[in-house]
């Protein structure tokens, strides 16, 4: 199933309410509220009631585990079963190779693309955007303190992330390859972890290369 771009928005923006989905796509309160409670009856979405400020709560919307599955999974299932049977038949250190071999063609496939792109902000925007292409659902933000904030919306290795820690591990490696050794990285949110996206903070620690 694609999904719409009520889907894709809660996606990637989190909780919001049906006035803020309005407002976002440009249509009108009662436009978006119809679509919502057709989504909420398809099991798509839910909501909850909250409070913003002064007044009665309003009800914000969020996906459900349902939803989730329109976005892209790289056939979770197989993947999970391989990798047990890696583990099981060959043990972890041929899984670790597994890892590895994957991380080195990643680095070098990213860097291929890169090769022309020398400033953090552009070597940021470059990963970005082969990111998203692979449907990580990526986006960034640059600070006024001169950080940058990175998003991952979405996890298309998912289960195997949470079936393997070590993937997540690899994709931090290659983050900090692709980005060189004149940056700090840290990861505040996990997929992984029950977050709802993974968020980096990137840290130039070379004012020239920023």
Do not use: W
Not at 73 to 87: F, M, P, Q, R, S
Request: contains cysteine; glycine residues 6%; proline residues 2%.
């Amino acid at each position: 199933m694609r999904p719409n771009r009520f889907l894709q928005l809660l996606k990637t923006r989190g909780p919001l309410t049906a006035k803020e989905i309005a407002e976002e796509l440009g249509i009108t309160n009662e436009g978006a509220r119809q679509q919502l409670v057709r989504l909420s009856e398809e099991g798509l979405v839910r909501y909850n009631s909250s409070t913003k400020g002064v007044g009665r709560p309003v009800q914000v919307y969020e996906l459900t585990d349902k939803a989730n599955t329109s976005f892209p999974n790289n056939h979770a299932a197989l993947t999970v079963e391989l990798l047990d049977t890696i583990k099981e038949q060959l043990g972890q250190e041929a899984l670790n190779v597994v890892i590895t071999s994957r991380e080195a063609e990643t680095v070098k496939r990213y860097k291929a693309i890169l090769k022309d792109f020398n400033k953090l902000d552009d070597l940021i925007a470059g990963y970005t955007a082969i990111r998203t292409n692979e449907g990580y659902m990526a986006e960034f933000k640059k600070e006024q303190n001169g950080q940058f904030l990175l998003f991952e919306n979405n996890c298309p290795i998912g289960a195997a992330a949470s079936s393997c820690k070590h993937f997540c591990e690899s994709d931090m490696r290659v983050l900090k390859e692709i980005l060189g050794s004149k940056v700090s990285i840290e990861r505040m949110d996990h997929i992984a972890s029950g977050e709802r996206r993974c968020t980096y903070r990137i840290k130039s620690l070379d004012e020239k290369h920023s």
